[in-house]
């Protein structure tokens, strides 16, 4: 049993589409993250949010805290997203439960 | 440049072999830690330290020690290395879950 759990896992996109990643979570939270790991990179933190939405560039995060469940969306996509998103939420105690990540393939 | 610092990159060990990865963030974050992360499963946590001078298990000790230096470093020490420890390995830290988490540029370890 997984505590959070993402979909799609994996993505393929053409150039230029808008793109939903989703995040269905099972346990109580102090807040939500969104991650982005390049092949063979770093992970790096994109969103942390606790409430409603959040806005960088060409994406968006969304939280509903009542229906345990959040939303990665990625406008006009391009290649370079290419990435695999994780989904991942940490409770009170500062511990991490984390998604197993939605590989995006975004072709020119 | 602030961040997390890990080394080494790659490292090839042979069975029973031990090491110890490195982690350091000049961030002033109270807590780091240390995750292992496998295809298909995502990332587990191997220990953690939620202030200097503390250190917990996560879901995953077995087979490791950590080392929490002074606040700057937390360090992994796998004692004898077995095949089962290959996987890459990731720091992370933050301020009281804050601001967000920082992590590592990761450690591909490689047990033969």
């Known amino acids: 049993k997984n505590e959070v759990e993402q979909s799609p896992q994996n993505l393929t996109a053409q150039e230029g589409e808008f793109i939903t990643i989703n995040c269905s979570y099972s346990?109580?939270?102090?807040?939500l993250h969104w991650l982005q790991q390049h092949p063979g990179g770093g992970i790096v933190s994109l969103f942390m949010?606790?409430?409603g939405k959040k806005k960088h560039g060409r994406l968006i995060a969304t939280i509903n805290i009542q229906e345990k469940h959040s939303s990665l969306h990625i406008t006009a996509s391009h290649p370079r997203d290419s990435a695999v998103y994780i989904c991942?939420?940490?409770?009170?105690?500062?511990?991490?439960?984390f998604g197993t990540g939605t590989s995006l393939t975004v072709i020119p | 440049n602030a961040g997390v610092t890990q080394t080494p990159k790659f490292q090839v060990l042979k069975t029973g072999q031990s090491m110890t990865l490195q982690c350091a963030q000049d961030?002033?974050?109270?807590?780091m830690y240390w995750y292992r992360q496998d295809p298909g499963m995502g990332l587990r946590l191997i220990y953690y330290?939620?202030?200097?001078?503390?250190?917990d298990k996560g879901e995953v000790p077995n087979g490791y020690n950590v080392s929490r230096l002074n606040k700057r470093e937390f360090s992994l020490r796998l004692e004898s290395a077995a095949p089962s420890q290959t996987s890459v390995y990731f720091c992370?830290?933050?301020?009281?879950?804050?601001?967000?988490?920082?992590f590592g540029s990761g450690t591909r370890l490689t047990v033969v």
């Open positions: 992370a830290s933050t301020y009281r879950g804050r601001y967000g988490y920082t």
């Open positions: 346990v109580g939270i102090s807040a």
């Open positions: 949010l606790s409430s």
């Open positions: 991942a939420v940490t409770n009170t105690g500062n511990q991490f439960y």
């Open positions: 961030m002033n974050h109270n807590s």
């Open positions: 330290s939620a202030s200097e001078g503390t250190t």
